[in-house]
């Protein structure tokens, strides 16, 4: 029963890891991306070009919504919240262009296609800049990738860990029953008849200590999922925590079997070669 | 049954346990093996049972040498062979039954065969209604009772005895033997390893005796 607990706790540390990445993931998704893109037109652009362009924009399937912010408009707003009014007027002449803000339509709301959206943007006649602030999202992506490769690393690390917990329990079990092992042996039973039931402990370590790591993150998200929601109220998102899928919990399951089999298997096959050597 | 061709065995550092013996028991024949302790008794049953290799000879058991078959095959050889020992070998932790049934279980028998078997064979040592009892609360010739028991229970051609008596007084060393005589009256080929030479003697039959590894007499 020990022996399950600790699998269980250590499988528990990648595999909540894990499950942890995809909720960012899938949070990132979420992410409303504030990503109203910003087209900037270049000076020469008249407000009937401008207003051309914004209409043949709307009518893109890839965009949800074009607004035409007019040069006018943009520096009576600048005028009055910026608090350089005075200096504004002495201009004489408006230095700012037509600016087009872009929502993207809703399919849009990846990374990868808003980037393929921006460099399209960027092929038009009478754009000047295209912006749009997407680093932060990359930066995001990339730390998550990043975090994945690590996952996968203690994942193997963690994975012998088991193998050496199974190996080390069985060891245990076989010195415990070395007379019964030689008694067998001596009345003719073959290395799988003695094998058989020290390989059943190991599935069975595998399979509960599997079962228990999926119970101990899920258990972990529940507690965890109440105040990540009110957190996320506090930025009008929706936004919860997802459990474990029911496909990832089998195949660590599977996994801590394979694991608890392989390490007894080891054991007790070579226990059994120096008995016979 | 038996055939032992120039076996010699040579331990790990030099010392010669066995040298270039050769006998051979014929089916159904009943033999003892004496000697002093070191004289290579317990070697040679290891030899026959496979626990050990030898290093030269074969050891040919129903037509079969043993010596040199794969690992694999070595716990069907020892199928062939019901083996007793001073120690008994129990598993205290089992049932009378649950020890004699030992070697059906691993044999592969079903429940009603391996019932049916195990209730004869404890008949025939006179345990018969002890099957329910850990071998713990029972006698020493019990014991050694229950060891026959799980030795016969699968019918093997050979039964092969490390000193059986050893512990015993002379009165359960003779029961012992009688129930000796009885499985080789119905065929079975019997090695019994001893050093009451008295016993032996008594007993009338053929007699193996090894001294510091050599197979010194062989009266018939």
């Known amino acids: 029963m020990m022996t399950v607990a600790v699998i269980a706790i250590t499988l528990s540390l990648p595999s909540g890891l894990l499950v942890s990445i995809n909720n960012l993931h899938s949070l990132s998704g979420q992410i409303d991306l504030n990503n109203n893109i910003s087209l900037f037109l270049k000076n020469n652009v008249t407000l009937g070009e401008a207003d051309a362009l914004a209409e043949s924009l709307q009518a893109d399937s890839k965009i949800h919504h074009a607004l035409l912010i007019n040069k006018q408009q943009a520096l009576d707003e600048f005028r009055q919240y910026s608090g350089f009014g005075s200096a504004i007027s002495s201009l004489g002449k408006n230095p700012l262009p037509h600016v087009i803000q872009i929502t993207p339509s809703e399919t849009f709301n990846n990374p990868m296609a808003l980037e393929s959206l921006v460099n399209e943007l960027k092929q038009r006649q009478n754009i000047q800049l295209v912006q749009m602030d997407m680093g932060w999202l990359e930066r995001l992506n990339g730390i998550l990738s990043i975090a994945q490769r690590g996952v996968s690393l203690i994942t193997i690390l963690l994975g012998f860990a088991v193998l050496l917990i199974v190996s080390n329990t069985i060891r245990l079990e076989l010195q415990n029953r070395r007379d019964e092992i030689d008694i067998t042996r001596l009345v003719g039973a073959t290395r799988s008849f003695i094998m058989r039931p020290f390989i059943y402990s190991g599935f069975w370590y595998g399979l509960l200590g599997g079962i228990f790591a999926c119970l101990l993150v899920n258990l972990s998200v529940l507690l965890i999922d109440g105040p990540t929601s009110s957190l996320a109220s506090l930025y009008n998102s929706s936004f919860s925590l997802q459990l474990m899928p029911l496909s990832h919990a089998l195949l660590w399951i599977l996994f801590s079997i394979l694991l608890g089999i392989v390490g007894s298997w080891v054991v007790v096959s070579r226990y059994l070669s120096e008995l016979e050597s | ?220």
Do not use: C, W
Request: charged share 20%.
């Open chain 2, 1 to 220: 049954m038996l055939q032992l061709l120039n076996v010699s065995k040579r331990y790990h550092g030099g010392a010669d346990a066995l040298k270039n013996v050769s006998f051979e028991l014929q089916n159904g024949e009943m033999a003892f093996l004496t000697g002093h302790s070191g004289a290579g008794k317990s070697t040679l049953l290891k030899l026959i049972a496979v626990l050990e290799r030898s290093t030269q000879g074969q050891v040919m058991l129903d037509n079969q040498n043993i010596g040199r078959i794969s690992q694999r095959l070595v716990p069907y050889a020892r199928r062939k062979i019901g083996m007793i020992f001073q120690d008994h070998r129990l598993l205290h932790d089992h049932t009378v039954f649950d020890n004699v049934a030992l070697p059906l279980i691993i044999a592969g028998f079903d429940r009603h065969e391996i019932k049916r078997r195990v209730r004869a064979s404890l008949d025939k040592v006179g345990l018969l209604g002890k099957e329910q009892r850990y071998p713990i609360t029972l006698s020493g010739g019990e014991q050694q009772r229950i060891g026959i028991a799980r030795a016969v229970v699968n019918r093997p051609p050979m039964i092969l005895a490390d000193e059986p008596t050893g512990n015993l007084d002379p009165e359960l060393s003779a029961e012992i033997m009688g129930l000796f005589e009885q499985f080789n009256q119905v065929g079975v080929t019997v090695l019994i390893a001893s050093h009451d030479i008295s016993l032996i003697q008594r007993m009338g039959y053929r007699t193996l005796e090894l001294s510091q590894g050599e197979l010194v007499n062989n009266r018939g």
